[in-house]
């Protein structure tokens, strides 16, 4: 399901930060994430964002519709606004009343924006590794 008109206006996110905060860790230009606890992370279309804690920049990782984990700058380039995973489907969107969509290769779907950073991803040993180069 979408966001309300309400949400858009105001510009809230679905997509909410780890229930388990130390699932994640940042040093040196990558984002370490420990998938075992990141419930988020496990299921087509689950995501969740990084902010805070040294981190440059807000990092919205998902994993994808196609089995693929695949991470952004969550930040629209048209509004700035959060971007969240549309449940059900390949793409992304602004939360904001201009809606923006995007695919995981962050190329504008429909809307007013620029395509989004998208940041190289890797699994390896039970982490999802983002380097945000």
Known sequence: MGLGLL???????????PGDPGCWKYSKGKVEIEWARAPELR?????????????????LVIYGMDGQYHAFRNSCTYTGRRIDPVA???????????ASTFDYSGNVISGSAKPLKVFRVRTKQCKVIVWLD
């Open 7 to 17: 949400e858009r206006v105001l510009g809230i996110s679905k997509t909410k930060s």
């Open 43 to 59: 299921k087509p279309c689950g995501a969740t964002r990084l902010e805070g804690r040294g981190l440059p920049e807000r990092v």
């Open 88 to 98: 059900g489907t390949r793409t992304l969107r602004c939360c904001s009343l201009f």
